[in-house]
Every structure is written in structure tokens, then in C-alpha cells.
């Protein structure tokens, strides 16, 4: 299968493999096609066993930090007599990534099964499955599948006759980006105002409810039962570039290019190969001006950089950028660099928290500078100024969305800064920018 | 302390502090002071302010010491050129939607968004073009006035009163630069503890309508005092402009108010300020009063005490420091019938989540020393006992109209007041003393704490204190009597805080138990 798209022989499909398939949605479905089977397996297991087979796979969070998953399943703490929380982050929000939202629409199973197993291995009953407040379709596929797993005795006091009690209870987001930030996430959930906090202490130590808590990304759980089936190993040998990037990944590629859609690459997968060939490269006539690898928050790359770029969590950090979320936006020559970095700007200053100062200001006030810039007032001193605000919005908060914000205006004046300076005055006429 | 101590090296100063300690209160302790905002001892730390980021040795990025605990060995920089770039930069996000209404603005002066400019701030705005985020005054509580142009989102009035004060009424609205604090639509500020967030502020956002306007924050003169309302002695400062006081706000003393300070006491102070004072001593000449000199007084009172033999009444106010009472109760010696401390009763309102923190309903500062210097609050008794005494001291105290009608059956009365009663037409006296915000003296808390009080104004005329008058007339009723010359004499001469001095007690007093048991009394 494959959605939107059919699968590509060059695609690994692992989580997209039923992606447009509509009967993989229903439990049945979904049995028939060998779900559950690792959760049946699972069940024999002592949780240290599940934790070491995920820690064997080197499956990373695939949220954006890329954090090894096995290893933030052995912080939590054992036989302490408190109840855990499993948090499943489906807050999805960052610009350009739509990929949770796939796993969601077309295999909510995968993802219930990948929570139980993280539930049995971190000694959680119970997993908050916090659902991005726009995701209507998602949120209804999910209410179904977790229905019809209580119905079908997964989920439950007695979950698939373990006599351990597994529950996951779908908790709808609001409309705030800064909820997916894992802290706020369960602020959130415990109906705070959804504020991040400040770690230490950190959620395997207190987190939700002040419970030790562990929180993965909507696909990082997806991929556990794959894991558990086919076994560590498997998991663990792919890889076409680095042996700490194992995997598949989910790429949401979005933009100027011919196909866009979720593609499912084996981690080390060229980014040049991605875009021109999966994707079907740029427009006739138009050739790539700039990626946004990992979701808005990351640095932006070059053409030159994007050459020989490894997909990965290693190599795009070599050429100056992140995997992050896997969410790929592709630029062509017809793109106004200044006018996107000023809306990635304005989308960081309205999803701002507000709690520090830094970025409270910082990003409101990047936002106002990029406006006036393209407004034809800006100023020469103004690309420094944007430098020097930048700095100071960088790494001097509680959270990383100043620091998000940041990223791409340094990156974006560091290497296209002939962009920026076409707007100044002296360089062209002004042009009104829509509110 | 058991404590395990760790050294730290702050400013280049090595400090050794309690394992687990924060570097803003580690600085303290090495004399340097972190920038901040959000920071307050007595609140929670949210670590939003981002002022108060220092560079710690080995640490990647600058750390935010209200929340960063220090380790032994650890080597810490306030002021070092990054240090300081980090904070230039929190002053610039700060301002940029501050209305700079300093010349209107009551804070000015006692500021931190000021000081803290001034200190390490950019010279020079770089954000000079833009309108500034603008929303109108709004009206929080019966003394509030939030005015959010002015808020830098601090946060120090939400955590207040969600963590100290239990009563969860205000919270950050909106996201963004677009965030202000909002009141609960259906909430007022009325908490009975929630003036505090006015003194929280760092900077005018929230403001006293009781002291909107009144005075410029350089005018103020400030004195170390303790609240006269209640047994609780909450610490305060009494500020005075021209021997005018305008404003009581909390003194911090951990033992006993931390930094906090009820409405109710936060607003009496008006009486310090009443124009209509006794200002010389009146002597009864037949129907008319006749002012006298004070050696003339005094040696009324001495006659009229040796004259009393063994049925005199004292009758005290709350605020008589132990000073005043100690000395007259010395006066009268052996010919005491009764005395008593009047002590109003209120209802109790506790703060919320500090223990042993309350408005007390006793509603008498000295009630406590009262009772230690052997004085009852025993008020019905001691009117009771009127009818048989031979002489009435009336000392600083208001009457009710039964107390008034029942010194008329006493043979004379002094009555050593600040205002002048009509109901005592008959005195034989009316000795003009000073108030507690008018001279030196100790209060003994609800738990035995003594602690001293400074005097805030000049006393009008020749108004005296009441351990003076009170000293004098003992004095002159006995050959080889010397009167204590002081304040601080007078404190140290009485038998039960045995040899005790005011500097022993400081400005955050001492607790009385180990005292009096070696007093023996």
C-alpha cells in the first residue's frame, strides 16, 4: 500500500506499510495482519528484558531529540510503590511534520500495541495519549481503536490475560504548540496551564502528577512492536550510514517538490536521493534553494549542504542542521527566504508560553523587525540586530522554542544573506505583508 | 546546623553553605547579589525571569542561579563579561513593552526593573520605533490596582497567592507578548493577606491605592517596626515623609512573618498621624484644665501614687511597650488592687500555607508582655475593681463607655493618653505621651518573642514616653531611686528580661523562654 503515494522500492516500510490500507484500522484488520502478536509476546517478559531488547534495537526518540528510547525506559525507577505514567506525545504541532498524524489515521493499533509494551516495560498502567487538539480524523481513528481494544480485552484490568492492568486514556489538546514540549505536555494533561518545567527534577523522577512518568513520540512507540516481532537485531542492522542512527524514520516532505508526502526511509538514506528521486525533485523550470530538515525548528541547509547528506541523526548534524521530527520542507528558487523565516518567526511568537523573557520578547520582537524588513523599512544594522537577538534567545530559557526561533533566522542570515539584503530599502521598493 | 556544608567560590569570595542550596542564596552569603525577578525566598521558583543567570565553571550555557543548587567546589561568576551579556539582554526584552512611565509611577525609585537597569543595562534602546503593548488599569482588589503595561510577567503575585496565600485568584492570561496576569472574572483580591502582592512587584504593575500618589519613594524615611495589631508582631518598616507616616509594608524576619504582613494591620496607621494630640501635661484646676511643666506632673503622679495605699487600678492599650508597663507597674509596687490589659478581639485570618502565621484574633500587640510582667488581661475584672480603688491609671488605652462610667467611681485618675477622652472630664490628670511609632521600645510576641520597635516620627509638643513619666514619678517617690535615663535603660532594668539589652535583641528579637527561666520568675 502506501498513502498518499504507492510504496517506492527504495522505501523501507516498517510503520507505512498498511499507511491507505482502511481495514488495517479495525481491530480485526489489524489482527490479520499479525497485530498484537508482540504485545502477546511481551507479556512472558520480564519488564527488564522488554527495556534491553528496545535499548538493543538503538531505537531513538523520533519526537525530534533523538534520544536512545531504551535507555530513557531504564531511568524509571523499580519497585519504588508509586504509580508511573506513560505519555504518548501525539501533540504533533512543529510546521512541516505530519507523520504521527499518518500513523494515527491508518495503524492506531501499531500505536496502541507500542504503548502496552512501553507500559508493561516501564511498570506503567496507565498511558495519557495526548492528541493534538486540530487532529479531528486522528482523534476519532484513536477513540475507535482503543475502544474496540477494550472490547477485544488488550486494553484493561486483564490485558490480553496477563492479569496486568493496561489503560490508555486519549486527552485532547487545546491549540498550543508549546504542549508538545514534554513538560508542558503534562502540565497540560494535569490541567495546568501548559507552561514547560523546569528540569531537574526530571519526568522519570517526577512528572506527571509528580509521578515518575516517561514520555515517547507517537512513532517511536509505533515502532516497538515491529522491534519485539523481528527482534533487536533486525532493527538494529538497518542502517545505511551510522550504527547509533538504527532504524526507520518517517519523513514528512513537504514544499516545492513534485510528490509530497511520508515517505519511510531506512536511517542513512542520501537527502539528495530523497528529494529529487522519492519526491520527484523540484518543479520544471525551478531548482532547490533551500531544506528545513527536521521540522521548522532546525537550522535551514543549503543545496550544498543537503549534497551528500546522510538522513540521519549524525549526518545532518554534520552538515550544520538536525533530523529533528523528520519534517522536510523543501524551497525553490521562487521562494522569498525573509518573507517564510518572518512567518516561522510569527508562528513562534504566538505559540510563545510566555514564561521567560527571552523568548516572551524575543520572538515577538524578531517577528516585528522581519515584518518591518519586508515592509521596505528595514534597516543595514537590522540583519545584526536579528544576530544579536538571536544570541540572546538562545539557550538562556527553559524550553528550546526561543532557541527554535532562533535557529532559523541565524541560519537563514548566515547563508542566504543576499535575501535579506533585497529587502533593504536601498536594494528595492516595498511590498505590504498580509496580517 | 547538621547540615553538610559545601564551598563554593562565588565573585572570586569562597563561601561554605548548606548542601542544596540555591547560588542566588549562596551569593548572599558571599555579599553578591544575582539580578532577579521571579526569585523570592518565600515563594516557589519558577526560573522565568531569566535575570538571574550566572556563568557557573563547567557548566555549557549560563545557569539561572535561583534554581541551580550548588555543588562543592563549584566556581561561580556573577559578573563576568558573559554573565553580564546574558542579563543586558533579559533588560532589553523587558523593556521593550515598558511604558518607561517612571516620572508617574509609584515605584520609581524603589524599583528593581530601575536598579537593575542602571546597573547592568544596554545604554541605549535599539527597539526605538514600535508601538509598545498597551491594555488599561484594571481594578483587582480593595487595594489593587494592576497596571499591565508596567508587568513583566514575573509572576511573583500568581505564585502568591496559589502557594502562600491558598486563594488562587489571579493567573497568566493569554501567550505570547500578548500575556498579562488576569483576575478570576467572578474573584475579587480580597484575601485577607493579598496586599502583599503590591510589595511582591518588583515593579509598579501592582500597585496601593492607599499610597497611589502620596509620596515619591526617595522622600521616604524608613524605620525598623513591629506591627501593632495583633500577638502576632509581624516585622514592619514604618515609612514617614516629613514625620508623616504613609505606608507600613512587612520587614522580613523569617521566625515570624517571613515577608508578609496582613491588610488589616497594613492599613491602621492612620491614628500615628491624628493632628488633635495632648501636647503639654493638663493638671485639674477646679473646672478647668491647666497646662503644667512636666517636674510639676511628675510630681503629681508621685503624690497621688503614695497617696493611693494599696488600691490602685492600671488600666493598659495593647500597644503599651513593655517599657511603659513595666515602669508603671514599678510605680505602683505594692499598692496594686488590679491591672490589666485592654485586648480587643477580631476574627482570626490565617495567611494559608505558612504555619503559625495569622491575623490573630487577640488583637494586642503586648498582650504577651503583659502577662509576662505580671499584668492581666483580666479587663472586666479589673473595671470591677474601680469601685474600691483609691487611684486609676488609665495608660494609652481606648475606653468603652462602661470603662468611662466606671472611673468615675475610682478616687482619682491619671490619665496618661495620646488623644484626650471626654468621657475623663474628671481626671486629675492628662499626661501627654508619645506613640509606639514615637519612641523606642519591646513588644513581646505570642511566642515569647521580644522584639523592639524604633520611633518613625517626632512626638508633638511635650509628649513623653509612658516609662518615662512612669520612671520619673517612682523616682521622686523614694531617696536613692535613679531613674533609667533611656529607652534602652529602661528596657534593661526591668527584672525579667534579666540583663537582656536591645542590641542582644537586634531587629528580629529574641525568644523569652531560656531568659525567664534563669530570671527565676
Known amino acids: 500500500m502506501g498513502y498518499p503515494h504507492p510504496i517506492d522500492p527504495r522505501e523501507t516500510p516498517v510503520l507505512s506499510t498498511y499507511f491507505g490500507d482502511a481495514e488495517a484500522r479495525t481491530y480485526a484488520g489489524w489482527v490479520k495482519r499479525g497485530g498484537y502478536e508482540a504485545l502477546k509476546k511481551v507479556i512472558a517478559m520480564a519488564p527488564d528484558d522488554i527495556i534491553a531488547e528496545v535499548k538493543a534495537s538503538g531505537l531513538r526518540g523520533r519526537g525530534g531529540a533523538g534520544f536512545p528510547t531504551g535507555l530513557k525506559w531504564s531511568f524509571m525507577p523499580k519497585e519504588d510503590g508509586k504509580p508511573h505514567y506513560l505519555c504518548c506525545n501525539a501533540d504533533e504541532s512543529e510546521p512541516g511534520t505530519f507523520k504521527d498524524r499518518e500513523i494515527m489515521r491508518w495503524t492506531p493499533h501499531a500505536l496502541i500495541e507500542g504503548c502496552a509494551i512501553a507500559q508493561l516495560a516501564i511498570r506503567a498502567e496507565t498511558c495519557y495519549l495526548y492528541i493534538r487538539g486540530e487532529f479531528t480524523e486522528p482523534f476519532h481513528i484513536m477513540t475507535r481503536a482503543v475502544e474496540e481494544a477494550y472490547a477485544n480485552g488488550v486494553l484493561g484490568a486483564n490485558a490480553l490475560g496477563s492479569g496486568r492492568r493496561v489503560d490508555i486514556v486519549i486527552h485532547r489538546g487545546a491549540g498550543a504548540y508549546i504542549c508538545g514540549e514534554e513538560t508542558a505536555l503534562m502540565n497540560s494533561i494535569e490541567g495546568r496551564r501548559g507552561n514547560p518545567r523546569i528540569k531537574p527534577p526530571f519526568p522519570a523522577v517526577a512528572g506527571l502528577f509528580g509521578k515518575p512518568t516517561t514520555i515517547n513520540n507517537v512513532e517511536t512507540l509505533a515502532a516497538v512492536p515491529a522491534i519485539i516481532n523481528r527482534g533487536a537485531a533486525w532493527y538494529a542492522s538497518l542502517t545505511l550510514s551510522s550504527p547509533k542512527s538504527t532504524g526507520t524514520k518517517l519523513i514528512s516532505v513537504c514544499g516545492h517538490v513534485q510528490r509530497p508526502g511520508v515517505y519511510e526511509i531506512t536511517l542513512g538514506f542520501p537527502m539528495k536521493e530523497l528529494i529529487y528521486d522519492l519526491c520527484g525533485g523540484m518543479r520544471p523550470g525551478r531548482t532547490l534553494k533551500a531544506v528545513i530538515p527536521g521540522g521548522s525548528s532546525v537550522p535551514i541547509m543549503t543545496p550544498e549542504e543537503v549534497e551528500g547528506c546522510a538522513t540521519d541523526y549524525e549526518g545532518i548534524v554534520a552538515k550544520g542542521s538536525m533530523l529533528g521530527s523528520g519534517g522536510m520542507i523543501v524551497m525553490d528558487d521562487s521562494t522569498d527566504l525573509v518573507y517564510q523565516i518572518m512567518r516561522l518567526a510569527r508562528f513562534y511568537a504566538h505559540e510563545s508560553c510566555s514564561q521567560c523573557t527571552n523568548c516572551r520578547e524575543g520572538t515577538a520582537w524578531t517577528t516585528r523587525i522581519l515584518e518591518r524588513l519586508l515592509a521596505g523599512e528595514g534597516k543595514a544594522s537590522d540583519l545584526d540586530l536579528l544576530l544579536d537577538l538571536s544570541e540572546n534567545m538562545t539557550g538562556k530559557t527553559i524550553c528550546v522554542l526561543s532557541d527554535s526561533c532562533a535557529a532559523p533566522v541565524v541560519s537563514g542570515i548566515q547563508k542566504f544573506r543576499a535575501d535579506f539584503e533585497a529587502w533593504l530599502p536601498a536594494a528595492r521598493p516595498a511590498m505590504p505583508v498580509g496580517a | ?521
Open chain 2, 1 to 521: 546546623m547538621a547540615d553538610e556544608l559545601v564551598s563554593v567560590t562565588i565573585d572570586g569570595i569562597g563561601v561554605q553553605v548548606p548542601k542544596g542550596t540555591m547560588i542566588i542564596e549562596a551569593a548572599k552569603q558571599a555579599g553578591v547579589l544575582v539580578p532577579h525577578y521571579c526569585y523570592h525566598p518565600s515563594l516557589p521558583s519558577p526560573a522565568v525571569c531569566r535575570m538571574c543567570l550566572v556563568e557557573v565553571e563547567k557548566a555549557p550555557k549560563l545557569m539561572p542561579a535561583c534554581v541551580t543548587s550548588v555543588v562543592d567546589g563549584q566556581v561561580v561568576h556573577v559578573h563576568s563579561p558573559q554573565a553580564l551579556k546574558g542579563r543586558e539582554g533579559v533588560l532589553e526584552f523587558l523593556l521593550i513593552n515598558h511604558p518607561l512611565d517612571c516620572p508617574i509611577c509609584d515605584q520609581a525609585g524603589e524599583c528593581e526593573l530601575q536598579d537593575f537597569q542602571f546597573q547592568e543595562g544596554r545604554r541605549g534602546s535599539r527597539h526605538d520605533d514600535y508601538p509598545k503593548r498597551y491594555a488599561p488599569v484594571e481594578d483587582f482588589g480593595p487595594d489593587v490596582l494592576y497596571v499591565p503595561n508596567r508587568c513583566i510577567l514575573c509572576t511573583r503575585c500568581v505564585r502568591f497567592m496559589d502557594s502562600v496565600a491558598e486563594d488562587a485568584v489571579l493567573e497568566v492570561y493569554q501567550r505570547g507578548d500578548r500575556a498579562y496576569i488576569g483576575i478570576d472574572p467572578s474573584e475579587r483580591l480580597d484575601h485577607p493577606w493579598s496586599g502583599n502582592v503590591v510589595d511582591l512587584c518588583p515593579v509598579g504593575s501592582l500597585i496601593s491605592k492607599d499610597f497611589l500618589h502620596k509620596a515619591r519613594a526617595w522622600d521616604l524615611d524608613k524605620t525598623a517596626s513591629v506591627c501593632p495589631g495583633c500577638t502576632q508582631g509581624c516585622n514592619m518598616t514604618i515609612d514617614t515623609r516629613d514625620s508623616t507616616v504613609v505606608r507600613l509594608r512587612p520587614r522580613p524576619n523569617h521566625d515570624v512573618n517571613r515577608h508578609f504582613m496582613c491588610d488589616a494591620g497594613r492599613a491602621d496607621y492612620r491614628w500615628m498621624n491624628r493632628g488633635d494630640r495632648v501636647e503639654a501635661p493638663l493638671r485639674r484646676d477646679g473646672e478647668r484644665w491647666q497646662a503644667c511643666d512636666w517636674s510639676v506632673a511628675v510630681s503629681e503622679v508621685a503624690r497621688l501614687v503614695a497617696d493611693a495605699d494599696g488600691s490602685v487600678v492600671l488600666l493598659a492599650g495593647g500597644r503599651t511597650s513593655c517599657e511603659s508597663l513595666g515602669w508603671m507597674l514599678q510605680l505602683i509596687g505594692d499598692r496594686r488592687l488590679a491591672a490589666a490589659m485592654r485586648v480587643p478581639l477580631g476574627s482570626e485570618s490565617p495567611i494559608g500555607a505558612i504555619p503559625n502565621l495569622a491575623l490573630r484574633a487577640e488583637r494586642a500587640a503586648n498582650l504577651e508582655g503583659a502577662r509576662l510582667l505580671g499584668a492581666s488581661s483580666e479587663w472586666a475584672a479589673a473595671r470591677t475593681a474601680l469601685a474600691g480603688a483609691r487611684l486609676a491609671i488609665v495608660l494609652d488605652v481606648e475606653l468603652g463607655d462602661d470603662d468611662a462610667t466606671a472611673l468615675a467611681g475610682a478616687g482619682h485618675v491619671i490619665h496618661a493618653t495620646t488623644v484626650a477622652d471626654p468621657r475623663l472630664g474628671a481626671a486629675d490628670l492628662v499626661l501627654p505621651i508619645t506613640t509606639m511609632a514615637e519612641e523606642q521600645g519591646v513588644f513581646v510576641n505570642r511566642d515569647r518573642r521580644a522584639q523592639r520597635f524604633l520611633p518613625a516620627r517626632s512626638a508633638p509638643g511635650m509628649a513623653r514616653p509612658g516609662w518615662w513619666l512612669a520612671s520619673q514619678a517612682w523616682a521622686a517617690g523614694g531617696a536613692g531611686r535613679r531613674a533609667p535615663g533611656t529607652a534602652a535603660e529602661a528596657f534593661a532594668m526591668l527584672p525579667i528580661f534579666a540583663g537582656l539589652t536591645y542590641r542582644e535583641l537586634g531587629l528580629t528579637g529574641r525568644v523569652m523562654d531560656g531568659v525567664l527561666q534563669g530570671a527565676g520568675s
